[in-house]
Structure formats: C-alpha cells, structure tokens
C-alpha cells in the first residue's frame, strides 16, 4: 500500500478517510489522484467543491467528501495548516472517529493507541475465543480494551501495522491460511473448529429498496440537469430529472407520455430509449434506476430549476455512480 510507512499526518488522514467504507484495491487510485490534485492540506482546503466532488466520483459515501473539505478547511484557518498532534483534537475533528483518530495519533506520532479494524477484530476474536458479537456495545469494549493490552506501547505503529496487515492476509475472512500461520498453536478458534463462525457480530442490516426513473430531457444540443440539495444520499451531486416512485414501473410511450402532459405539461416530446433496470447497492438502500431519454422540441416552461449544460460541461460535473455507470454503458 502506497502508505506504509506513511509519517505525514494530512496524507494519513486522506487514506484512513478514503478507507473508511472502501475497499484497499479500489481506494488506492483515488489515494493517488488525490494526493497529486492537492499535496498539501492548504491545496484541499483551497480546491472547489465540484472539483474535488469530480475527483471523488465513483466512490461513493459522499459525506466523507464533504466532511474532508470541512476539516481542511478548519485545519488551515483555525489552526494555521498544522495537523491535530493529540488524539483528543483528533477526535475532535468532523468526519475523524475513534478509529481514525488512533490511526493518525499511531502512525504519525507513533502514539500508544490500538488501531481496531476488521482485521484485528477477526484475530482477536479467533486467537483468543471470543464469541461476543463485535459490533456490541459489550464487544466494542471488550475488544478495545484487549487491543490496547495487547499493543507494544514503544512501537505501537509498528505493531498496528502488523496485526492489520496479518488480519488481512494470513487470518483472512475467507479461507484463513491456518496452516501457515505462526500463531496456529496458540489459536482458540483453530483448537475448537470454529475459525469459520468467528469473529461473531449480530446486526443484520435491513435495505430500503428505493424506484429512480430519470428522465433525460434534450433539447437542442443540451441536456438538463439538477443538484441534489437535500440531506439524503447524493447530497450536492447533479442528476436529471428524477421522478421517484414506491414501486418499479414498467415505463412505455403511453404511460411517460400520459405523466409529461399531467407533472410537466409537456405535450410535444419525443420518446427515445428505454434503459433495462439498474441496481446500486448502497450500505442501507438499494437503489433500483431507470432512464428514459426524451427529446423537446421547446424548453418546459413548468421547470423552473436546474440549469441545461451540454456534454462537455456535464463531464465536468460530479454524478453519483448509478447514473456515470449508465452513461459509461452507452458510451461502450
């Protein structure tokens, strides 16, 4: 990983903040794009929302976007550009939880605080037997509380570093290399025949299944487009016209006709491609997308937001993954 090793507190807080709900494998290039955009935390924080939004796109969990240009921002006027050396003013800043701000306090400072992530809590769990559910109240103490027993209070990123990285590919969650593993005969879970079933956690997430039929509204040579303002997913990216529904529709000439001249009182429009379903799964909704594309022959004067961009300009704004996906696919 590009930062091993890694002693600069903005660029160790730029990683655990892209990695906090995203894979390594794909985090990484946005890792690099970001650190080449903006080098210094004096280069995020200057930077324009929509460009960094640009750069974020694809990634998903928009909040951490927002919540990255907040904390640049404080950082550079409130603290003169210098980068939180304590955990407590870690902790502090918006977007940084226990987690995160152990991971900094660690890794930049080389401070005694034990970094808890999926990896630790899987050996933890299996080295030593324990079948409290890690995302308990209860288990969340017991495992901190055995994380900073554990950890070697003199190099402390050293070993962080170490545990995480054998969690990740010796004690794996899915075909664990037990039988290479150095610490087999201490193993709980490897004497009893449980690695499989441990580490144990006891929420199980419950999706809302959302309908989004877009409407892509031409006319001429420009296409029209809004920002999503409110506070639900998406929130400042760009979309088109969205008409959400509680069920999926099976959408026809007829029926999108018929909502035109009923919502939009659009009476002259020409009805071109129907896209198949499309599916994102999102932490707690799926979102289930169709887009209808709609050629005008006259701007609709009942819509009074939004702007009309051309292709070029809509390259150059922020879309959430659902609908780049969708125009990458008719692209292809």
Not at 209 to 231: E, G, S, V
Request: with cysteine; hydrophobic share 35%; aromatic share 12%.
């Amino acid at each position: 990983m590009p930062w091993k090793g890694e002693k600069k507190p903005y660029r160790i807080w730029l990683s655990e903040i892209i990695l906090q709900q995203t894979r390594v494998e794909q985090g990484m290039a946005y890792y690099h794009r970001l650190v080449e955009q903006y080098p210094t935390i004096q280069d995020l924080a200057q930077a324009p929302d929509q460009q960094v939004f640009k750069l974020w796109e694809g990634l998903g969990y928009y909040n951490r976007c927002r919540n990255l240009l907040y904390t640049a921002r404080e950082i550079v006027e409130k603290r003169n550009g210098i980068f939180p050396s304590t955990y407590e003013d870690l902790l502090s800043l918006k977007g940084v939880g226990p987690y995160t701000a152990a991971a900094i306090a660690s890794f930049a400072y080389n401070l005694p605080y034990a970094v808890v992530d999926g990896n630790v809590f899987r050996v933890l769990a299996r080295y030593l037997g324990i079948d409290t559910a890690t995302d308990s109240t209860e288990g969340k103490k017991i495992f901190d509380d055995l994380a900073y027993e554990m950890l070697d209070k003199k190099e402390p990123a050293l070993y962080n570093q170490a545990i995480m990285d054998f969690g990740a590919t010796v004690c794996k969650p899915m075909a664990p290399r037990c039988s290479a593993c150095p610490l087999q005969h201490g193993c709980a879970a490897l004497a009893t025949g449980k690695v499989n079933q441990l580490p144990v956690k006891e929420k199980t997430l419950q999706r809302k299944t959302r309908y989004f039929n877009y409407f892509i509204l031409q006319y001429r040579q420009k296409i029209w487009i809004q920002q999503r303002t409110a506070k639900d997913i998406w929130q400042h990216l760009f979309e088109f016209y969205l008409v959400e529904t509680e069920k999926q529709l099976r959408w026809d000439t007829s029926l999108i006709q018929n909502y035109l001249k009923d919502q939009l009182n659009i009476y002259d429009a020409r009805i071109g491609k129907i896209s198949q379903p499309v599916v994102q799964q999102l932490t707690h909704q799926q979102i289930k997308g169709q887009f209808i594309h709609i050629e005008l022959s006259q701007k609709p004067a009942s819509i009074k937001t939004g702007d009309w961009k051309n292709t070029v300009q809509i390259q150059e704004l922020a879309f959430p993954k659902l609908i780049t996906s969708y125009l990458k696919h008719l692209k292809s």
